[in-house]
């Protein structure tokens, strides 16, 4: 199906729903929000969202304490016309053997519009939150690259939406005593690693309102805050050792540093899986897939619209008075580990060429990111090539990395 008669049939949907509501019930008439530099948000494009701050594609394999395992999904959707009735269809899928029939997973969480009260404008949102794990009837023994084809039922309408495919690499594993161990498995997510990001306001809370009302910049534009924070975030896949390393980081602009903090775990980010060793090969190992997160309070983000308001802290760096090419570093044991670099024009942070690979808020941008020694362990190319879990690929070049 195009996005053109998706479209249409979302537009068909919403007239019937309209048209079935009294005068003193109309849906309140939408806007668009605009960026920092009083730019128009872009709308989300409609599927998959890569990365929302607190939401990203997460599959598992999930292990019963047997040994066999089921896929486990967790996935945001942006798509406008989603009703109650519709639902998330899973084709679980070995190379083009199908596994089993498709499996329905219904929404845990809807959001058609976002308002932040009844005095304050009313957004799009058209956002779908599942998270979905397949029955006991879908259980699987053995490593293996396998798939997850997804689609949307949009029910009373008649019709399916795709919305690609999520790899799910499995590899053998061993747990156990030294003597006695068990060959289980467990999943790669060797994807999620490389990629850097940096975004705006503190998407903390896991709703679908803290995504809508950052991608626009509800708050920012006509709520109360002078300004807001960014958050830089990336993963690295270690062993033991390097996985307990604790990292600071400092921003730097014009060879001065104007914020610096000390890296926390995300929530609801991290993808730790720990193991004993690959099959086949001696002695333990313990692999885990870590995120980092460093919020950088000092550096504020002001909306054009607020430009002429009192600073509420003179120690804080105000990026629309401060426009140019900043630079920021995270180290550990004594040494530089990893580094970004973003420009800033009008007050909003420059996009990089490959934000067009990928689907996030507004709010949301990937960034160049240099790797000296944060991830300690090989990673798999073929998921590398792959967008966070998601269902597309990384386009020559990228993801953003120098």
Same mark, same amino acid.
């Given at each position: 199906?195009?996005?053109?008669?998706?479209?249409? *049939?979302?537009?068909?949907?919403?007239?019937?729903?309209?048209?079935?509501?009294?005068?003193?019930?109309?849906?309140?008439?939408?806007?668009?929000?605009?960026?920092?530099?009083?730019?128009?948000?872009?709308?989300?494009?409609?599927?998959?969202?890569?990365?929302?701050?607190?939401?990203?594609?997460?599959?598992?394999?999930?292990?019963?304490?047997?040994?066999?395992?089921?896929?486990?999904?967790?996935?945001?959707?942006?798509?406008?016309?989603?009703?109650?009735?519709?639902? *998330?269809?899973?084709?679980?899928? +070995?190379?083009?053997?199908?596994?089993?029939?498709?499996?329905?997973?219904?929404?845990?969480? $809807?959001?058609?519009?976002?308002?932040?009260?009844?005095?304050?404008?009313?957004?799009?949102?058209?956002?779908?939150?599942?998270?979905?794990?397949?029955?006991?009837?879908?259980?699987?023994?053995?490593?293996?690259?396998?798939?997850?084809?997804?689609?949307?039922?949009?029910?009373?309408?008649?019709?399916?939406?795709?919305?690609?495919?999520?790899? *799910?690499?499995?590899?053998?594993?061993?747990?156990?005593?030294?003597?006695?161990?068990?060959?289980?498995?467990?999943?790669?997510?060797?994807?999620?690693?490389?990629?850097?990001?940096?975004?705006?306001?503190?998407?903390?809370?896991?709703?679908?309102?803290?995504?809508?009302?950052?991608?626009?910049?509800?708050?920012?534009?006509?709520?109360?805050?002078?300004?807001?924070?960014?958050?830089?975030?990336?993963? +690295?896949?270690?062993?033991?050792?390097?996985?307990?390393?604790?990292?600071?980081?400092?921003?730097?602009?014009?060879?001065?540093?104007?914020?610096?903090?000390? +890296?926390?775990?995300?929530?609801?980010?991290?993808?730790?899986?720990?193991?004993?060793?690959?099959?086949?090969?001696?002695?333990?190992?313990?692999?885990?897939?870590?995120?980092?997160?460093?919020?950088?309070?000092? !550096?504020?983000?002001?909306?054009?619209? #607020?430009?002429?308001?009192?600073?509420?802290?003179?120690?804080?760096?105000?990026?629309?008075?401060?426009?140019?090419?900043?630079?920021?570093?995270?180290?550990?044991?004594?040494?530089?580990?990893?580094?970004? #670099?973003?420009?800033?024009?009008?007050?909003? $942070?420059?996009?990089?060429?490959?934000?067009?690979?990928?689907?996030?808020?507004?709010?949301?941008?990937?960034?160049?990111?240099?790797?000296?020694?944060?991830?300690?362990?090989? !990673?798999?190319?073929?998921?590398?090539?792959?967008? *966070?879990?998601?269902?597309?690929?990384?386009?020559?070049?990228?993801?953003?990395?120098?």
């Amino acid at each position: 199906m195009t996005l053109k008669t998706l479209s249409a *049939l979302s537009l068909a949907l919403f007239s019937t729903v309209a048209l079935s509501m009294s005068a003193d019930a109309e849906t309140p008439a939408e806007r668009e929000g605009t960026d920092p530099s009083g730019a128009p948000v872009a709308p989300m494009k409609v599927g998959i969202v890569d990365f929302a701050g607190s939401y990203f594609t997460q599959v598992q394999a999930r292990r019963s304490p047997k040994g066999e395992w089921v896929p486990k999904l967790r996935v945001l959707v942006h798509l406008p016309g989603f009703a109650d009735e519709d639902a *998330l269809l899973i084709q679980f899928k +070995s190379g083009k053997k199908k596994l089993g029939k498709e499996w329905a997973c219904g929404a845990k969480t $809807i959001l058609s519009q976002y308002q932040d009260n009844q005095t304050t404008p009313v957004y799009s949102a058209g956002l779908v939150y599942f998270e979905c794990q397949m029955p006991e009837s879908y259980q699987q023994k053995k490593a293996g690259s396998y798939e997850l084809a997804l689609s949307i039922r949009q029910t009373l309408l008649g019709t399916k939406v795709a919305l690609g495919s999520l790899p *799910l690499k499995v590899i053998n594993i061993k747990q156990g005593s030294q003597n006695r161990q068990t060959t289980l498995q467990t999943e790669l997510h060797d994807s999620l690693v490389g990629t850097a990001f940096v975004y705006e306001a503190p998407t903390q809370s896991k709703s679908l309102e803290g995504v809508a009302a950052a991608h626009h910049r509800a708050n920012l534009e006509t709520g109360t805050n002078n300004s807001t924070h960014l958050n830089f975030l990336f993963w +690295s896949k270690n062993n033991k050792e390097t996985a307990s390393r604790r990292y600071t980081g400092a921003c730097l602009y014009n060879g001065k540093k104007v914020s610096s903090t000390s +890296s926390t775990g995300a929530p609801g980010t991290s993808m730790a899986t720990n193991y004993w060793s690959y099959l086949g090969k001696k002695g333990k190992a313990n692999i885990s897939w870590k995120s980092h997160l460093f919020t950088m309070h000092q !550096l504020r983000i002001r909306h054009k619209a #607020k430009a002429d308001t009192p600073n509420n802290n003179a120690k804080w760096h105000y990026l629309d008075q401060n426009p140019g090419t900043y630079e920021c570093k995270f180290m550990a044991d004594g040494a530089i580990l990893g580094a970004v #670099k973003f420009d800033v024009v009008g007050g909003a $942070i420059v996009s990089n060429r490959c934000q067009s690979d990928i689907n996030t808020p507004g709010n949301v941008y990937v960034i160049p990111f240099q790797d000296s020694g944060v991830s300690s362990e090989k !990673l798999d190319k073929s998921l590398q090539k792959r967008i *966070l879990n998601g269902p597309r690929s990384w386009s020559k070049g990228c993801p953003a990395q120098k």
